[in-house]
């Protein structure tokens, strides 16, 4: 089929990478504008749009997907198909129907189950088992549409989200090839979702990875790894942004909040018991581990994290 690939994030380069592999011909890449990025502040493109314009393909970068320049661009390049991973704007109806085959979107979740910009990142906060991802077809309510077919992948007791996505951007690659292989084929049915089972996953602000050690060890363990890499679990040490980048549920109390430091370690207490950090970012400096920045620290009486 004659392709339009829509996407923005890193996240997204390996379902462009498969599709320039595949039979199906990759006629244009669609993304969101060039942004500022670094100390100068220079307008980059997004990783989509770097790896596009690597492989030779027009990019199209619309501030809004209906505008009319880009409708006019997209109806005359006549996709087939428009297969699309984390592009990051809502497409209006007008456009969808501009491919015979509509728009085709895998999504990092198995809906309806976490519907949203975070998919991946809530399903580990919220302590689920498993997860996966999800082909389906694009409609003007949000990851809404008809299921063609999806995978499942267990989440580790020690699974970030970050390590979680980079699975899930290779092994779902793989799946949207699959799906678009069988829409060319005459053989994929959507089945519409179910009405039960829905929940969001809207996008993980700083303050939401703010942690708040009244709640207990193992749902604070969770909130460390559905926030790492980003945009990192956090807390105040002394008045200042303490990063928590791993830490694990240990035996023992303590005071929410209350450090107990020792030569070898560094726990926290929380609603019931102690979570150990094991590697941490004080504000200003590099990653290192715990107990290597206690080495560093002149504590005082009844210190905590707040």
């Not at 942004?35 to 199209?60: M, N």
């Not at 320049?69 to 390049?77: G, K, N």
């Not at 060890?217 to 200042?240: H, N």
Request: aromatic share 4%; with cysteine; glycine share 8%.
């Amino acid at each position: 089929m004659r392709l339009i690939f829509a996407g923005t994030p890193e996240v997204a380069v390996e379902s462009l990478n498969a599709l320039v592999e595949s039979d199906h011909e990759v006629v244009a890449v669609v993304t969101r504008p060039d942004a500022q990025a670094g100390r100068g502040r220079k307008l980059v493109p997004s990783p989509v749009g770097a790896r596009a314009a690597e492989l030779g393909l027009e990019v199209l970068k619309p501030e809004k997907p209906s505008d009319p320049d880009f409708v006019a661009r997209l109806t005359e390049l006549a996709p087939d198909c428009c297969p699309v991973v984390a592009y990051g704007a809502l497409v209006p109806q007008r456009v969808i129907d501009i491919p015979a085959h509509g728009w085709v979107n895998l999504h990092f979740s198995l809906l309806p189950r976490w519907r949203g910009a975070a998919p991946v990142q809530h399903a580990v906060i919220a302590g689920d088992a498993e997860t996966g991802a999800c082909t389906f077809s694009l409609v003007k309510a949000m990851d809404a549409g008809p299921v063609y077919d999806q995978i499942r992948t267990p989440i580790g007791d020690q699974t970030t989200s970050g390590e979680l996505l980079s699975q899930l951007a290779v092994d779902g690659a793989q799946l949207l090839v699959r799906t678009l292989d069988r829409i060319e084929a005459g053989e994929a049915t959507g089945v519409p979702q179910p009405e039960e089972g829905i929940t969001l996953a809207p996008k993980i602000t700083v303050e939401d990875a703010r942690l708040d050690f009244s709640r207990t060890a193992v749902e604070l363990d969770r909130q460390i790894r559905g926030c790492t890499p980003a945009p990192g679990a956090w807390a105040l040490f002394r008045g200042e942004r303490f990063k928590v980048i791993t830490a694990s549920p240990a035996d023992g109390s303590a005071r929410p909040g209350e450090l107990v430091v020792t030569k070898k370690s560094v726990h926290v207490g929380t609603a019931d018991g102690l979570l150990e950090l094991v590697q941490i970012q004080p504000q200003g400096k590099k990653s290192m581990r715990a107990a290597d920045w206690a080495r560093g620290v002149q504590f005082g009486e009844a210190e905590s994290l707040t």
